[in-house]
C-alpha cells in the first residue's frame, strides 16, 4: 500500500531573484505537464494553506505556492492595486519557466485570478476562485471594519471569526483546521508585516470601489466558483454574480460555511478541484 506524500510538511523553501526583489516559493507534486498556483488571501503566506488540500492536489499534479511581492519571506514593496500584483506575479511565474498554469485563487487571489484571464490570457488554462467577488462590489467597502472588528479578538478567535460560521461543528472544523495549518514545524514562513498589510487591505477596498475594467462575460476560461454558505468577508451572493457572468463557470457552495469553505471542507473540495481540473 502507497503512503502519501506530505509535501505540504517536507517541501522546502525556495527563492528566486525577479526585478530585484527575492520570492519565496514551495514546488511539490507529480509532475504532470500543467503546474497549479496557488493565490493567498489578505495576510494570507505559505503556511496558510491548508496541507490535506495541498496534498491532495499534489497527488496528481505539480504545485507551486509563493509569497507575492513584500508578503512573508519575499522581499520588495507590497502593491496596494491588485492589477500590479497580478503583474508581479506573472514576472515570478515566468522566470520559472513556465508557460501555461492553472489558478487557484483564494479571496484576494481570487481578485488576481479575474485580472491574469484578462491580461495574460494565453498563460492560464483553468481556474479555480474560492470566496471571492467580482470588481465593482459594494460588500468590499465594509472590509476594514470587519477586519478592525476581527483585530479586537484573540489569534484564535479572530481566525474562526474570520473564516467560520458560529455554529458548534463549523468552529470544531476550524480549530481542526488550525492544528493542521501549524503542523509543519520548520522551515516555516514568516508573517506578513503592518506595511504589506495596508497594502493589501487598499487593494481589496478599491477592488470594491474603482471602476470595473475587467470584462468577465468576455472570459472564456473553464472556471471553478467555490463559496461558503455564509461569507461575511465577500458576500456569499458574489460568487453567483461571478457565475452569472462567466460564461464557462461551475459553481458549488458549502453548507453552514464562511470565508473558509475549502478549509471546513478539504476532501471535497480536492475531489471537485481535482475532477474540474482533469475532466472539464
Do not use: C
Not at 491574469?116 to 459594494?138: C, E, M
Amino acid at each position: 500500500m502507497s503512503t502519501q506524500i506530505n509535501y505540504a510538511a517536507e517541501a522546502a523553501t525556495q527563492y528566486i531573484e525577479v526585478n530585484g526583489n527575492n520570492y519565496a516559493y514551495r514546488q511539490f507534486g507529480k509532475k504532470s505537464g500543467i503546474p497549479v498556483i496557488g493565490f493567498q488571501h489578505f495576510t494570507g503566506t505559505l503556511d496558510n494553506w491548508d496541507p490535506i488540500i495541498l496534498n491532495g492536489l499534489a497527488a496528481e499534479r505539480e504545485v507551486i505556492i509563493f509569497d507575492n511581492t513584500g508578503v512573508g519571506n519575499s522581499s520588495g514593496e507590497t502593491p496596494n492595486k491588485v492589477a500590479d500584483m497580478t503583474h508581479e506575479a506573472v514576472a515570478f511565474i515566468k522566470a520559472l519557466g513556465i508557460s501555461q498554469f492553472d489558478v487557484l485563487g483564494f479571496s484576494l487571489g481570487g481578485f488576481i485570478a479575474q485580472y491574469l484571464v484578462q491580461d495574460y490570457p494565453d498563460l492560464v488554462r483553468k481556474l479555480i476562485i474560492v470566496g471571492a467577488a467580482p470588481q465593482g462590489s459594494k460588500v468590499l467597502e465594509e472590509f476594514p471594519q470587519l477586519i478592525g472588528k476581527a483585530m479586537q479578538k484573540t489569534p484564535i478567535e479572530r481566525f474562526l471569526f474570520i473564516f467560520f460560521t458560529p455554529s458548534e461543528v463549523s468552529r470544531s472544523k476550524g480549530m481542526a483546521t488550525l492544528q493542521r495549518l501549524y503542523a509543519r514545524t520548520v522551515d516555516r514562513d514568516q508573517e506578513a508585516n503592518e506595511k504589506a498589510i495596508m497594502a493589501q487591505m487598499k487593494a481589496i477596498t478599491e477592488w470594491g470601489t474603482d471602476p470595473v475594467t475587467i470584462d468577465l462575460a468576455s472570459i472564456k476560461h473553464p472556471v471553478l466558483i467555490i463559496q461558503g454558505s455564509n461569507d461575511e468577508m465577500m458576500d456569499s451572493d458574489n460568487s453567483y454574480l461571478l457565475f452569472k457572468q462567466l460564461p464557462n463557470a461551475v459553481l458549488s457552495y458549502y453548507p453552514d460555511s464562511a470565508h473558509g469553505s475549502f478549509y471546513q471542507y478539504p476532501e471535497l473540495f480536492v475531489n471537485q478541484a481535482s475532477d474540474f481540473l482533469n475532466n472539464f
